[in-house]
């Protein structure tokens, strides 16, 4: 059984700046990738961003150039520094990890940015 256990989530007005932060725990045999998604009010879940073992990423094109996603390996944790945010990024985060063909998820955080 894998846990994710989300933080970081709040209130920020437009312009400012949050990190969100995953951390991982349980049998973990490997790890394909971890990655946020968000799911705003009447919107399905979008991809935010993901990264793989080896480091590489994906971003969506709206948090592309504002949002960089980052990995500790060691600590199996996943962290979302999110920059010049705006309203449209109000949403709650959920962290993801995919492993060996199953898909798990956080509890979801928070994030409200007013204008």
């Known amino acids: 059984q894998v846990q994710l256990v989300e933080s970081g989530g709040g209130l920020v007005q437009a312009g400012g700046s949050l990190r969100l932060a995953c951390a991982a725990s349980g049998t973990i045999f490997s790890i394909d990738f971890m990655g946020w998604y968000r799911q705003a009010p009447g919107k399905q879940r979008e991809l935010v961003a993901r990264i793989t073992t080896g480091g590489s990423t994906t971003y969506a094109g709206s948090v592309k150039g504002r949002f960089t996603i980052s990995r500790d390996n060691a600590k199996n944790t996943v962290y979302l520094q999110m920059n010049s945010l705006k309203p449209e990024d109000t949403a709650v985060y959920y962290c993801?990890?995919?492993?060996?063909?199953?898909?798990?998820w956080g509890q979801g955080t928070q994030v409200t940015v007013s204008s």
């Open positions: 993801n990890l995919a492993t060996r063909g199953q898909s798990y």
